[in-house]
């Protein structure tokens, strides 16, 4: 039996642009935005930036609109194609994006990352706290 099954999953990082909520016939919320991620190549020590089209609809689009451009987020979805004929050439052609499913803004992530051990540091210094109150 083949253990591995076709996927089609998609997580990036990065920062977002073009989040500008679209209007649509139907009245559904939609999001046609762009996101940058940024890596550092090791051999000219300069940042290397990509961008990947991403789009958002219903809940998540109109969410997503409403966070400050340049906001560090990732997105969870798939990669979808799109088909278009080129005006200069007349060609076919085909873009990539990712239809993004959820998304979390990372700095809010990291805040609550760093709550939520904070709590369990307080929540420890309490126990700590009550030892000398056992009688035993």
Do not use: H
């Not at 990082?13 to 090791?42: C, E, H, W």
Request: aromatic fraction near 10%; include cysteine; charged fraction near 30%.
């Amino acid at each position: 039996m083949n253990e591995y099954k076709n996927k089609n999953e998609a997580i990036l990082t990065g920062k977002i642009y073009r989040n500008q909520l679209v209007p649509t016939k139907s009245g559904a919320s939609f999001v046609s935005g762009s996101m940058m991620t940024s890596r550092k190549d090791k051999k000219t020590d300069q940042w290397l930036n990509s961008y990947f089209n991403v789009k958002f609809f219903g809940d998540v689009a109109l969410n997503v609109s409403l966070i400050p451009e340049k906001s560090k987020i990732e997105v969870k979805g798939k990669m979808t194609t799109d088909e278009y004929t080129c005006k200069k050439t007349g060609e076919k052609r085909q873009s990539f994006s990712i239809l993004a499913f959820s998304f979390i803004l990372v700095d809010q992530a990291k805040e609550e990352a760093v709550k939520k051990q904070q709590d369990a540091i307080s929540y420890q210094v309490d126990i700590d706290a009550t030892v000398d109150d056992i009688p035993f």
